[in-house]
């Protein structure tokens, strides 16, 4: 089936979708490279994390300390590094931190490597995305979850607009001769722009995404007191320390009483939100009394329910999730799935654990 491409990405879709390792090729790709291409330095050395560590410093670090999360590690520093030195060497670094079976999911449409080539080289034309600090940098197993800053330049006006990504990756650990590389990421949730980014998609894969959704929409909530069974995380990774057991159970027990309406959760979120909570939007910072209020309002005409997880990583006092919700409305009753992505700052006081901070798309 032809691919129909989308000819205009609007600001929010190129700003999402600048991810922090993007690529476009295949390792058997690398002899159709560009003459421009070939001849642009990379960067690619396990060898140089400290050097890119202090151009790229991760303001909230946590603990990177298992062999392949020093590896992935290294690549998400470099992966800055090689796209702000521009589309040639973003391109050509490509062929080393991806394979053919590599997919990116930008604003929760999954591309392939071709499909997100076409996305990134329409985007690159008109602005220049410049990578900036990591707020977060989270590793646990092959997992990693990213939060950091953007700066896009409209190549036109000249007019630059600040802001900040959420990303969440699987790596896989292919050996010496391949070296660590992106099985899949997620970059940005399902928002406005998904029907643009689905013009990417050839109509198979729309019908396969479509499916997709329809099976979180029509997903039932366990009946058990295992939080752990009730909201599954599908790609979970390690969760050992007494902390970030702490941290696991509050976020359950979020989700649970989220689930059974804005009262019982409003009595909950004295709990487990500091009085000092700053809850971070898009488009503003609330304070605990102004967030539950917001909440108030939207559950007065929709009913949303928290099905699963995606993705959990904890490390020391943060945690990143990735999780789907579903959407009633409740005056037409129109059922809709989407995603939703946080990073959360934890105070841990003995046996409690406070949310004090929280970021959200």
């Not at 928002?191 to 995404?209: H, I, L, N, R």
């Not at 959704?213 to 295992?226: E, F, H, K, Q, R």
Request: with cysteine; glycine share 6%; hydrophobic share 35%.
């Amino acid at each position: 089936m032809k691919k129909k491409y989308m000819l205009i990405c609007s600001t929010l879709v190129i700003a999402m979708a600048a991810i922090t390792m993007t690529g476009c090729r295949g390792q058997n790709q690398t002899a159709k490279s560009s003459s421009a291409e070939a001849s642009v330095a990379i960067v690619n050395s396990y060898d140089n994390t400290e050097e890119l560590a202090t151009k790229y410093p991760v303001i909230n670090p946590t603990q990177i300390d298992t062999h392949l999360a020093k590896k992935i590690q290294n690549r998400l520093l470099s992966g800055f590094e090689n796209w702000n030195r521009g589309y040639d060497a973003w391109a050509k670094w490509g062929n080393i931190l991806y394979t053919n079976d590599s997919h990116y999911n930008v604003h929760g449409v999954r591309l392939t490597m071709d499909e997100y080539k076409a996305s990134m080289n329409m985007s690159l034309k008109t602005a220049d995305i410049q990578m900036g600090n990591f707020n977060n940098m989270i590793i646990s197993g092959d997992w990693a979850a990213i939060r950091y800053d953007i700066t896009n330049t409209n190549r036109q006006t000249g007019k630059s607009v600040p802001g900040t990504v959420m990303e969440f990756v699987k790596f896989k650990d292919y050996g010496n001769d391949l070296g660590v590389r992106v099985v899949e990421g997620w970059a940005g949730t399902k928002g406005e722009d998904f029907d643009a980014m689905s013009g990417m998609q050839t109509d198979e894969e729309k019908v396969a995404q479509q499916k997709a959704l329809n099976s979180v929409v029509n997903a039932t909530i366990p009946d058990t007191n295992d939080l752990e069974e009730k909201y599954p995380v599908t790609n979970p990774t390690p969760i050992k320390t007494e902390e970030a057991k702490k941290i696991q159970s509050a976020i359950l027990n979020d989700f649970d009483n989220w689930n059974q309406g804005y009262d019982t959760w409003a009595k909950w979120a004295d709990a487990y939100y500091d009085t000092n909570l700053q809850y971070h939007t898009d488009k503003s910072t609330l304070t605990l009394t102004e967030y539950k209020d917001s909440v108030k309002k939207d559950s007065d005409a929709t009913d949303v329910k928290r099905i699963n997880f995606d993705n959990m990583l904890i490390s020391g006092d943060w945690a990143a999730i990735h999780y789907r919700v579903t959407n009633t409305d409740k005056i037409t009753g129109k059922k809709t799935a989407r995603d939703a992505m946080q990073f959360l700052h934890f105070a841990i006081k003995g046996d409690k654990v406070k949310l004090i901070e929280c970021w959200t798309k």
